[in-house]
């Protein structure tokens, strides 16, 4: 399904253009192309903030991201900071936010590269937004298969929200669940289990069951579970997310989609086929309603299916859902066994 850019995006994007637009008193010379940049870019910032986890508002967020690209070599060459004010870095991370989950990594990495290097410079290491664009810089690293570079990072940010606010702040569980993902992505499994069953203790204590962080850490948990192979155990926290996962954000939802997915994912490895396939076959098409065809998701569940109907012994069925579409990578999206990535949470 495509989704209309939000009007306000609309309005601003115009705007943004009518002040750049040539004209005979146009930004000719340094000091006119910063009053025109610092007008751009207070424009943008006021724009009301969207959720970038939410697939209705990619189509507004690509708009706001060319923007912003556009402008942040502008503000550069007129010499604006980019770290300048507050709402503007406030746009730019949930920018960065917005990448990650669109599954745009790769540009979100350079970006956040950028701002991590001006904003750490310009505010310090231990700023909350410096902190913000490590962390974004680190899960985008992470979505880009490169979790040896995102580990540092991750464990920087857990470190510096540990040392300004405690071990139980819910900032520093956040980072705890985003270090406990990289770790099992790394194949240090001991350590992220470690890691991950120490931070579901804090967040329960801290957060209560039903918090977006507890839920989170409790998925990483499960995670860990199914790689030293407790499939079982691993099914059974699956089963309990999905229900908290449901009441916390909606029936489609992708964080709801996705501890779905990481339930049909346990039942096939289980052995239990026909379900795998029902929960696959029930999920593809809300994936692809909420994200699109072309979103990982989507893709995954689709390959799911074709897996489940050959384990099934339904060969014909599994050719013709196959339908010469090219086979996917892992099956498994963001959230499932195995490739449990840092999400967003409202800061």
Known sequence: ???????????????????????????????????????????????????????????????????????????????????????????????????????KAQTGVLLAEL??????????????????????????????????RARPLFERVHQQQAGQFGDDDPATLLAACNLGACLTEL????????????????????????????????????????????????????????QRQRRASGEDSLLTLNAEASIAITLHKLGDYEAAYAANADLLPRFERVAGKDHSGTKHTHARLVRNLRALGRYEEADEVHGGIPKYGSPTPHGGPGALAPRFRGD
């Open 1 to 103: 399904m495509t989704h209309p850019v939000d009007p306000a995006v609309a309005r601003a994007h115009a705007h943004v253009l009518d002040l750049f637009r040539p004209s005979p008193a146009g930004p000719d010379e340094v000091s006119g192309l910063a009053e025109v940049c610092r007008a751009a870019r207070d424009r943008l910032a006021a724009i009301p903030a969207l959720d970038p986890l939410d697939p209705r508002t990619w189509n507004s967020y690509a708009v706001i991201t060319a923007d912003v690209q556009t402008l942040l070599g502008y503000l550069r060459e007129a010499g604006v900071p980019i770290s300048e004010p507050e709402r503007f870095r406030s746009l730019l991370i949930r920018v960065l936010y917005y990448l990650y989950e669109s599954e």
């Open 115 to 148: 701002l991590h290097r001006d904003w750490q410079a310009r505010l310090g290491e231990s700023h909350a937004d410096t902190l913000h664009a490590t962390a974004r810089l680190a899960a985008c690293l992470y979505a880009h298969g490169e979790p040896k």
């Open 187 to 242: 194949g240090d499994h001991r350590a992220a289990f470690l890691l991950k069953e120490d931070t579901v203790r804090r967040c329960e204590r801290r957060l209560g069951k039903d918090h977006e962080t507890t839920i989170l850490a409790t998925q990483n948990l499960a995670g860990s579970l199914f790689g030293l192979g407790r499939h079982r155990d691993a099914l059974t926290l699956y089963r309990d997310i999905h």
